[in-house]
């Protein structure tokens, strides 16, 4: 059986090649080792006032997963300006947050932006069109997640299930595409959760948001794109 990483890679490059964009992932140990063994490496990737930033953060496990962030989107972006034959200094970009926290890059603000961590792996995408992505572990979701999150059809469909391991994977899928479109829409938890119906792959919201949804192992990963 392919591990999660190979999965993710292979859905995420299918949807490399069909919509023109970047990704990176990382395994947070990863940048975890980088911390104690080759802290130099990391911090050159990052500009001076990610620094600053980082240097206030107090808790290890929100400093990896700061970093994390940063270091996958430098990554796409990295290569989303060699697909155009430019090499750039990834310490003279910052990855910085919007009103509503949304990711984008300071000297590159047309170009979209979209982040999501679930330990152990960290994905960033980078792109031209509006993107958002979402990775859950997938597992019995609370209760009360349903009944204020969803909609009344999404419930419907759920109900229905009566193997436990399908209806958390049903109701974890349901959960990214909902967390994908609210990143895209960069409203993140302002967003209201039970009026967006997330069962039909194509939205209309401001034009049309088509979802992808992929089981990989016991991670269930959405991209939200507008197209
Ligand atoms: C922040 C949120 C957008 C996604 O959070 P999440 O799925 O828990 O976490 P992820 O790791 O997948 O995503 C975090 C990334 O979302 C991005 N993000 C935050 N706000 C965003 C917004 N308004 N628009 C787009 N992206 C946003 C950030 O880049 C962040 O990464 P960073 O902090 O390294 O920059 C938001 O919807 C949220 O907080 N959801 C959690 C809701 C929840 O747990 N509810 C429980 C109810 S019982």
């Not at 063994?37 to 290890?60: D, G, M, P, V």
């Not at 994908?180 to 948001?209: H, P, Q, R, Y």
Request: aromatic residues 12%.
């Amino acid at each position: 059986m392919a591990n999660t990483e190979q999965l993710l890679k292979k859905n995420l490059n299918q949807l490399s090649s069909k919509f023109n964009l970047e990704y990176f992932i990382v395994n947070m140990k990863e940048i975890s080792n980088m911390f104690e063994f080759e802290q130099q490496r990391l911090y050159a990737l990052l500009s001076n006032s990610e620094l600053e930033y980082l240097e206030q953060l107090k808790i290890y496990k929100n400093k990896v997963q700061w970093v994390s962030g940063r270091y996958v989107v430098k990554q796409a972006f990295f290569k989303y300006k060699l697909s155009s034959k430019s090499l750039i200094d990834l310490s003279c970009i910052d990855v910085v947050k919007g009103q509503n926290s949304e990711p984008y890059i300071l000297q590159y603000p047309n170009v979209n932006v979209s982040i999501t961590h679930s330990y152990p792996y960290c994905i960033g995408i980078v792109s031209e069109k509006n993107i958002g992505i979402d990775l859950e572990k997938i597992n019995a979701p609370e209760d009360s997640l349903i009944k204020f999150f969803f909609s009344e059809r999404e419930k419907e469909i759920l109900i229905d299930i009566n193997d436990s391991n399908q209806y958390n994977i049903k109701s974890i899928n349901l959960w990214t595409r909902k967390e994908a479109v609210s990143k895209l829409l960069k409203l993140g938890m302002k967003m209201n959760f039970k009026k967006l119906d997330v069962i039909d792959d194509e939205l209309i919201c401001n034009g049309v948001i088509k979802l992808f949804t992929y089981v990989c192992n016991d991670f269930s990963l959405t991209l939200a794109i507008d197209s």
